[in-house]
C-alpha cells in the first residue's frame, strides 16, 4: 500500500523532472525531451493530483490552464515607474548618444553597452517574494497598470517558482510577452475556423490575449516570455552589470533573449544592429529595432534619468514599413495651444499589420512641399508605434480633379480666425480659451499632477463641467460653489466639498509649478522653474521682453517668442488676472537670480536682438561686445551711432556705425533695447548683491534604503535646494550617505570606503536647520 509521504515524493519528482525540461525547453532552447514524454509525464502528474487533491503546489505544471473568470482587473501601482526609452533612427544619431555618454561620464574609449531586439509585444512586470510568483502587472501608463496574474501564470516561459541554491526575498523582473510567428498564424485559423475575429499582427494578439478576463483562453494562445531587466532585487548582492543581471535572471529560471551581446563602442553597436536587421525576417517573433543599454550599473545610475526615459539607454528603430492608398480628404485639428494639424483621411491599408486609415500630414507647409492632393495615390509610413504618415505621393497615378490642400480660413471647431505668423510653421486658432478644442486640454493640463495637482479634477469631470458650462476658463474653477459640482453625474455632497478644498489647496503653488500649469507653448517644468528662478515674481515675466527671456537657461528663439506671445494675448492676460482676483497666489521669493542679472549687459541685449531679427549681419559678436564695453549704455550708444558723430571706436570697423543707425531706426529696435535695459536695471535693483553660498554646495550625497518621513525624490529635492549633488552610486568622493530602513549595498561600500554615513533623523534635522520642508516638494 502506497502511503502518503510516497505520494508526495512522487508529486514533487514529476513536477521537478516536468519543471526542468521545461527551463531546458523556454530557457536553453535546449530539449531535453521529445514533446510525447513531456506530455506523457504531465498526465502521470496530472493524474495524481486529481485523485490527491492536497499534492497540487502553487508551481506545478498542472496549475498553467487557467481559471474562472474575474469580472474585471484590479490596478496596481508600480513601485518602480516603467520607463519608456527615447528613439534613435540613424547611424548619426547612435553616434550622438554615444558621445553624450562619453560627455557626462567624462570617460575616454570604448564603453561597454548590452545590445538586444526590442521585441514588438507587451511589457510586463512580475513580482516573485521567496521564489515565488505572486503578481503580474501590464506597463499601463508606466505609473499604473493591470494585475494579470491569473493569465502570466498560463505562460510557459514565466517560472512559477525560481530556480537555484540562492534565491532572492524579493524580485520584480520586467519583460516582453510575445506570439511566435507560427502559433499567431495557428490561431488566427482557429479564429477564423470558428467565425471569430481574426487579429491583425502578433502584438496585437498577444496584448488580447494578456486582458482576457477569462484567463483560460489565455492559457490556450502560444504567448512567450522574454526578460529584460530587474526593478527590484532584495536579499542577494546586486550584480555589477546589466548583463550579469541578465545571467542571474536566466540562472534563476526565466528566459532572456538568445540574440542578446554585450557590444564594445558605438562601431560593435552598428555591426549588431544590421545583423539583427538581417535576420529580422528569420526570427519566430517580431521585432521593431535594437535597444542598447549601458553595461555598468554604476554608470547607469550616473547617467540618470531625463523626463520618463533614461539616459543610459536608447532604441535604435528599424525603417519602416511603408504602402500605397489614396488620400480621399483631408481634416484639421486643432490642438491644446491651438495648432491645427492636417490628418490624411485614407483608404484603409494595411501597414505592418496595422489598418491605417487616418495619417499625419505635419502641417500646411508640408503638404506643399510635397505636393500632395486629395485624390492623390499616397505612400504611408509607419514605424511600429509611431503614428503613421503620408511621407510622399505618386504623381503619375494623379487624378484628373485631384484637389489642392489649403488652410481654412476658419477654425473649425470654434470658426474663430486662422493666424500665421511670418516665417511661422504653425497655423493657429485665435479663438484663445473661447475655442473648445483649447479649453478642454489647457484645463486638464492645468490641473495636472505636475501642474496645480489638483486633487479629484480629472478628465471626466472637467468634460462635464465644460459640457454643463460649469467652467469655460481655468479661472473658473475658482468660482465654482459645491452644490453646482453636487449636481453632476456620478457626483455627491461629499465629492462636491472636497473637490472645492483640493481648488483651495492649490492656491498657494509655487510661481514655477504655476507657469508650467498655464501650458505655455514649448514651457516644460524645467523651463518654468529657470524662469521664475531668474525673475522672481510672476509681474515681471509678464512684461519681461525677448531681449531678456532669451538670458534664461534653456530658453532659445521659438521659447522665447512663444513666452512673448502668450502674455501679449489679452484673453490669456485677462485670465491671469482672474486667477490672481480668486486669490491664487503663485509661490516665490520676489528677488531675481543674482546670477541671471549679471548676464544682462549691452553686450546681451545687442546679441539677442540680433538673433531676435534686429539688422546687425556682418557685424560679428566681438564687434558687438566691443561697442557695448565702449558705449555702457543704450542711449550712449544711439549717440555714438548718430550721424556726425565721428569715427568708430577702435576696434570696431569702417562701416559698423552706419550700419548700427539704420538698425536702430528700423522695426522700433531702439525703443525695445531701451525697454530691455530699464527692465534690466530694476532686476539690477531688486537682485541680492551676490548670489548666497549654499551650505552643500561642492558636496556629492548618495540616498540609500527606504525613507519614512518623506521619499527618496523629495530627499533629492531637498539637497539639491541646499547645493548638493545627489549622484545614484558610492564612490571615494562621495561626501555623505543618507541611509534610511533596510538599506543595501550602498551602504555596504559607503562603509568600506569609510564614507561618512547619517541616518533619516539626521538628514530631517539638516532640512528643519534650514528651513526645507521635503514633505512639500
Not at 60 to 87: C, I, K, W
Not at 232 to 246: A, I, Y
Not at 284 to 295: A, L, R
Not at 679 to 685: I, R, T
Amino acid at each position: 500500500m502506497t502511503n502518503n509521504n510516497d505520494l508526495s515524493q512522487k508529486a514533487q519528482s514529476l513536477r521537478d523532472q516536468l519543471n526542468d525540461w521545461s527551463y531546458r525547453y523556454y530557457v536553453l532552447d535546449d530539449p531535453a525531451v521529445p514533446d510525447a514524454e513531456y506530455d506523457r509525464l504531465y498526465r502521470e502528474l496530472k493524474a495524481l493530483e486529481e485523485a490527491n487533491p492536497e499534492l497540487v503546489t502553487a508551481d506545478s505544471p498542472t496549475q498553467r490552464v487557467g481559471d474562472v473568470p474575474l469580472d474585471a482587473f484590479d490596478q496596481v501601482q508600480h513601485e518602480v515607474p516603467m520607463l519608456s526609452l527615447d528613439n534613435v533612427f540613424e547611424d548619426d544619431e547612435l553616434r550622438a548618444f554615444d558621445k553624450r555618454i562619453h560627455e557626462r561620464l567624462d570617460v575616454a574609449g570604448d564603453i561597454a553597452y548590452v545590445a538586444e531586439p526590442k521585441l514588438d509585444g507587451l511589457a510586463i512586470s512580475l513580482l516573485y517574494e521567496n521564489g515565488e510568483l505572486v503578481r503580474a502587472a501590464t506597463r499601463g501608463d508606466g505609473q499604473t497598470g493591470e494585475n494579470i496574474t491569473t493569465n502570466a501564470r498560463t505562460i510557459r516561459s514565466v517560472p512559477l517558482m525560481l530556480r537555484g541554491d540562492t534565491i532572492p526575498a524579493r524580485l520584480e523582473v520586467r519583460g516582453e510577452v510575445v506570439m511566435p510567428h507560427a502559433g499567431f498564424a495557428k490561431l488566427n485559423e482557429r479564429q477564423e475556423a470558428a467565425g471569430q475575429k481574426v487579429f491583425a499582427n502578433p502584438r496585437n494578439a498577444a496584448a488580447g490575449s494578456l486582458r482576457q478576463l477569462d484567463s483560460r483562453i489565455t492559457a490556450e494562445r502560444p504567448l512567450e516570455f522574454y526578460a529584460y531587466s530587474m526593478a527590484q532585487l532584495e536579499g542577494v548582492e546586486e550584480p555589477e552589470t546589466h548583463s550579469g543581471m541578465l545571467e542571474m535572471l536566466r540562472q534563476w529560471g526565466l528566459r532572456v533573449n538568445p540574440e542578446v551581446r554585450v557590444c564594445s563602442g558605438v562601431d560593435e553597436l552598428l555591426v549588431f544592429y544590421h545583423g539583427i536587421l538581417d535576420k529580422r525576417d528569420k526570427l519566430d517573433y517580431d521585432i521593431d529595432g535594437v535597444v542598447y543599454k549601458v553595461d555598468s550599473f554604476d554608470w547607469q545610475r550616473d547617467l540618470g534619468f531625463v523626463s520618463r526615459a533614461p539616459r543610459w539607454a536608447t532604441a535604435h528603430k528599424f525603417p519602416a514599413q511603408e504602402e500605397l492608398t489614396v488620400l480621399n480628404g483631408v481634416d484639421w485639428q486643432v490642438g491644446r495651444t491651438g495648432a491645427l494639424t492636417p490628418v490624411a483621411r485614407l483608404e484603409p491599408v494595411s501597414v505592418g499589420g496595422v489598418t491605417v486609415s487616418n495619417a499625419t500630414l505635419h502641417n500646411i507647409d508640408e503638404i506643399q512641399r510635397l505636393d500632395i492632393r486629395v485624390g492623390d495615390t499616397v505612400v504611408v509610413y509607419r514605424a511600429g508605434d509611431v503614428i503613421p504618415k503620408v511621407v510622399r505621393t505618386i504623381p503619375e497615378r494623379r487624378p484628373a480633379d485631384a484637389e489642392t490642400i489649403s488652410l481654412p480660413a476658419n477654425c473649425p471647431v470654434c470658426g474663430s480666425d486662422i493666424l500665421r505668423g511670418d516665417g511661422e510653421v504653425v497655423a493657429r486658432c485665435t479663438g484663445g480659451l473661447i475655442c473648445g478644442a483649447q479649453q478642454r486640454e489647457a484645463i486638464k493640463h492645468f490641473a495636472s499632477r505636475r501642474a496645480m495637482d489638483i486633487d479629484g479634477l480629472g478628465d471626466k469631470l472637467v468634460d462635464a463641467l465644460v459640457d454643463q458650462e460649469l467652467i469655460a476658463t481655468i479661472a473658473d474653477l475658482y468660482r465654482l460653489k459645491a452644490e453646482q459640482v453636487a449636481g453632476l453625474e456620478r457626483m455627491g455632497e461629499k465629492s462636491a466639498d472636497n473637490l472645492i478644498a483640493a481648488l483651495e489647496d492649490s492656491k498657494k503653488v509655487s510661481l514655477g509649478r504655476f507657469l508650467f500649469a498655464l501650458g505655455i507653448l514649448q514651457i516644460g517644468e524645467e523651463t518654468a522653474k529657470n524662469l521664475a528662478d531668474c525673475f522672481g515674481d510672476l509681474d515681471t515675466i509678464r512684461r519681461a521682453p525677448p531681449i531678456l527671456l532669451l538670458a534664461v537657461p534653456d530658453v532659445g528663439m521659438e521659447v522665447a517668442k512663444a513666452i512673448g506671445a502668450f502674455f501679449a494675448e489679452a484673453d490669456n492676460e485677462a485670465v491671469i488676472d482672474g486667477l490672481l482676483a480668486e486669490r491664487v497666489s503663485p509661490q516665490s521669493d520676489g528677488q531675481p537670480s543674482a546670477g541671471f542679472v549679471s548676464t544682462l549687459t549691452l553686450a546681451h541685449m545687442l546679441k539677442s536682438a540680433k538673433r531676435l531679427g534686429m539688422n546687425l549681419e556682418g557685424i560679428g559678436d566681438k564687434s558687438l561686445e566691443t561697442l557695448a564695453s565702449h558705449y555702457k549704455t543704450v542711449a550712449e550708444l544711439v549717440a555714438g551711432a548718430a550721424e556726425g558723430a565721428g569715427a568708430e571706436p577702435k576696434g570696431v570697423r569702417s562701416g559698423v556705425m552706419l550700419q548700427l543707425r539704420k538698425a536702430l531706426a528700423e522695426d522700433n529696435w531702439q525703443a525695445r533695447l531701451e525697454q530691455a535695459e530699464a527692465m534690466a536695471a530694476e532686476l539690477q535693483a531688486r537682485a541680492p548683491e551676490q548670489a548666497e553660498s549654499k551650505p552643500l554646495e561642492g558636496q556629492t550625497w548618495v540616498l540609500t534604503g527606504t525613507l519614512e518621513q518623506f521619499t527618496r525624490d523629495q530627499a533629492k529635492k531637498g539637497l539639491q535646494q541646499l547645493g548638493a549633488k545627489v549622484a545614484g552610486s558610492v564612490s571615494k568622493n562621495t561626501s555623505m550617505v543618507a541611509a534610511g530602513a533596510s538599506a543595501g549595498s550602498k551602504l555596504a561600500k559607503a562603509e568600506a570606503l569609510g564614507v561618512e554615513v547619517c541616518d533619516e533623523a539626521a538628514l530631517l534635522s539638516l532640512f528643519n536647520e534650514h528651513g526645507i520642508d521635503p514633505g512639500a516638494l
